[in-house]
C-alpha cells in the first residue's frame, strides 16, 4: 500500500459484472497501491506467496478472470488484509457463476436456434445436419461466442432474414448439382 493511501478509496470488485470489469478493479488496485509489477512480486513473495512478473502481467492483460490463488496473491501484495482478500475471491466467485448463467442462456438460445433450423432442413433448404452452417450452432461455437462477448453484437443474432433464406436456397441448389454430378 502506498504511502498516504487509506483503506477508504481502496477498489473494491463488487460492482464488476464481467470478468473484464473484475480485472479492471484489479489494475485499479494496482494503481491506487502504487507499486510495479517487480514490487509486487517482492511484497508477494514476503508475504509467503509465488506471484511472478509476468502472472501478473498476463492477469492485468486479460478479459478473462484470474485463479483464485492469483487474485488472493495478487490482493495480498497491494496490501489486503484477510478481509479484503476475502471479498475478492467471493466477488470472483460471483461474477464466474454469473458468466456461467450467461454461458446457459447462451446454449439455450442455441438449442431453439438448432430447432428453429429443423423445418428448413426438412424442405431441403439446407444442406442439413452435416451443413457447413449446422455445426456452429450444433457445436456450441456461437453460444461460446455470444457467452464472451461484452458487446451487444449478438443482439437479434437469432433472426433470419430474406436474404438469408435466399442464401440457403443457393446453397441447396449448389448441393443438388454437386450430387447429380456425382
Excluded at 483503506?7 to 494503481?31: Q, Y
Excluded at 502504487?34 to 513473495?45: D, M
Excluded at 484470474?66 to 489486503?80: K, M, N
Amino acid at each position: 500500500m502506498s504511502e498516504g493511501a487509506s483503506e477508504i478509496d481502496l477498489p473494491s470488485p463488487a460492482g464488476a459484472r464481467t470478468p473484464a470489469e473484475f480485472v479492471h478493479t484489479m489494475r485499479a488496485l494496482r494503481s491506487w497501491a502504487a507499486l510495479t509489477y517487480g514490487e509486487l512480486e517482492g511484497k508477494a513473495r514476503a508475504n509467503g506467496d509465488r506471484l511472478p512478473q509476468s502472472t501478473i502481467a498476463s492477469a492485468l492483460a486479460r478479459a478473462s478472470l484470474p485463479r483464485e490463488a492469483t487474485i488472493a496473491a495478487f490482493v495480498r501484495a497491494c496490501g489486503g488484509d484477510p478481509d479484503v482478500v476475502q471479498a475478492w475471491l467471493a466477488a470472483r466467485k460471483r461474477v464466474a457463476a454469473e458468466q456461467k448463467a450467461a454461458g446457459s442462456l447462451a446454449h439455450a438460445v442455441e438449442a431453439w436456434l438448432v430447432a428453429r433450423r429443423k423445418p428448413l432442413r426438412d424442405n431441403g433448404l439446407s444442406d442439413g445436419p452435416g451443413s457447413p452452417a449446422t455445426p456452429l450452432y450444433a457445436q456450441g461455437r456461437l453460444a461460446k461466442l455470444a457467452a464472451q462477448s461484452n458487446s451487444d453484437r449478438w443482439r437479434g443474432v437469432h433472426r433470419r432474414t430474406g436474404s438469408d433464406l435466399l442464401g440457403l436456397r443457393r446453397l441447396a441448389g449448389l448441393r443438388a448439382r454437386r450430387e447429380s454430378h456425382a
